[in-house]
Nanobody
Framework: QVQLVESGGGLVQAGGSLRLSCAAS????????MGWFRQAPGKEREFVAA????????YYADSVKGRFTISRDNAKNTVYLQMNSLKPEDTAVYYC?????????????????WGQGTQVTVSS
């Protein structure tokens, strides 16, 4: 069973950047499809981005396409989410995910493994 720990969240002004990291342990990292979801207050959880096992394919929600970049380093057991041109509507708790199967942008079925989340707040 894989354990996921996110870091890198914080407070940033609109137009700024943040890079989230997610360190995985307890499993063979390269066997896991990795992703990021987020949940804003009063809203449903939504898909943000996902990356395939070797990093050859990436997937993004329309709302972040062109601004966010997901990447992974299988040697470091870490997945990253580089967030640029941040907007107040990006404010949410961001969760790292892992699954042995492909993570669907529909969010169904939900990824099997989740981190505890990291808060991202974008001020206007």
């Amino acid at each position: 069973q894989v354990q996921l720990v996110e870091s890198g969240g914080g407070l940033v002004q609109a137009g700024g950047s943040l890079r989230l990291s997610c360190a995985a342990s307890g499993g063979t990292f390269s066997r896991y499809f990795m992703g990021w979801f987020r949940q804003a207050p009063g809203k449903e959880r939504e898909f943000v981005a996902a990356i395939s096992w070797r990093g050859t394919s990436t997937y993004y929600a329309d709302s972040v396409k062109g601004r966010f970049t997901i990447s992974r380093d299988n040697a470091k057991n870490t997945v990253y989410l580089q967030m640029n041109s941040l907007k107040p509507e990006d404010t949410a708790v961001y969760y790292c995910n892992a699954d042995l199967s492909r993570i669907s942008p529909s969010g169904s079925p939900p990824p099997r493994y989740w981190g505890q989340g990291t808060q991202v707040t974008v001020s206007s």
